[in-house]
């Protein structure tokens, strides 16, 4: 019987058997080995997956974090904006030719937020009456923090509005815009609300 392996000839056993057994028994040992050998080497693919699992964890925090964070906020209708960049600039000149002056004054925070009074005046002076006053008020450190209110100046150019929603003191961005007739006027005013 012969036996094709890798190793040397065996030399026959000195009680005159055929050595089969020492021959099994290197084949059995040999099978041991690659056991091993492969055993040893089926831990790689973990390391392939572990290493690949770390920045996909890490990536979930951040946006969880992301989402979950005051301090952060998506611009409501940024790609419509961004599109109507040239009609945003036509209204800055539109702003310099009107010459509007808009004031405005928060009132303290209570439970339900906060209030606004704004004031319209015309380039004379002169109030503006009956405008309509939209304004989005937006906390400066916390962007998600925003409230949207409208009202109508009266004969003196003055209207509050209820900015529901507002829960934190400190600086607020108020974007406001000014619709009488025909004419529109936008400004941005920064102010601190208080308790």
Do not use: C
Request: no cysteine.
């Amino acid at each position: 019987m012969t036996y094709r392996t890798n190793h040397p000839p065996t030399v026959p056993a000195l009680d005159g058997s055929d050595n089969l057994v020492s021959e099994a028994g290197r084949a059995i040992a040999d099978g041991v080995r690659a056991g091993r050998r492969r055993q040893r080497g089926w831990h790689w693919p973990l390391w392939v997956v572990g290493l690949l699992a770390i920045p996909v964890a890490a990536h979930a925090y951040l946006i969880a974090k992301a989402l979950h964070d005051p301090g952060l906020a998506v611009e409501r209708d940024y790609y419509t904006r961004a599109v109507a960049w040239d009609a945003e600039m036509d209204q800055q000149r539109k702003n310099a030719a009107l010459a509007w002056q808009v004031s405005g004054e928060p009132g303290p925070l209570h439970a339900d937020g906060a209030s606004l009074r704004v004031h319209v005046r015309g380039a004379d002076g002169q109030p503006v009456a009956n405008a309509v006053v939209q304004v989005r008020a937006r906390h400066n450190a916390r962007p998600s923090e925003a409230a949207d209110a409208t009202g109508t100046t009266d004969a003196q150019g003055a209207v509050t509005v209820a900015l529901r929603g507002l829960r934190s003191t400190g600086l607020h961005g108020f974007a406001i815009a000014v619709t009488a007739g025909d004419n529109r006027y936008t400004a941005l005013l920064r102010r601190d609300i208080g308790r």
